[in-house]
């Protein structure tokens, strides 16, 4: 089991700047890949942004160059640097952290959200 708490959302005018956060407890070994995924209600989860063991990541084309992950292993911790923050980023924010639960079995982990609101 891993536990995610997110945090760092809130409310920002176009153009501007938020540092998401997300802290992971519990079974840390076993996690894979991090990422970040934001949805609206009534609408389907969107991927965002994910970050591999060794550091590399990849992101979603409406968010490349302005939104960057990163992570701190000593702190169980990745970021979502968010810049040059745009209306349609408006949404919740969930961090997910893919864990691989036996040899060849992997399950998904959710925070329980951040809500990001970009508006004049």
């Known amino acids: 089991q891993v536990q995610l708490v997110e945090s760092g959302g809130g409310l920002v005018q176009p153009g501007g700047s938020l540092r998401l956060s997300c802290v992971a407890s519990?079974?840390?070994?076993?996690?894979?890949?991090m990422g970040w995924y934001r949805q609206a209600p009534g609408k389907q989860r969107e991927f965002v942004a994910y970050i591999n063991s060794d550091d590399t990541t990849n992101y979603h084309d409406a968010v490349k160059g302005r939104l960057t992950i990163s992570r701190d292993n000593a702190k169980n911790t990745i970021y979502l640097q968010m810049n040059m923050l745009k209306p349609e980023d408006t949404t919740l924010y969930y961090c997910?952290?893919?864990?691989?639960?036996?040899?060849?079995?992997?399950?998904?982990?959710w925070g329980q959200g951040t809500q990001v609101t970009v508006s004049s």
């Open positions: 997910n952290a893919l864990s691989r639960v036996r040899g060849n079995s992997f399950s998904s982990f």
């Open positions: 519990g079974n840390i070994p076993s996690i894979n890949t």
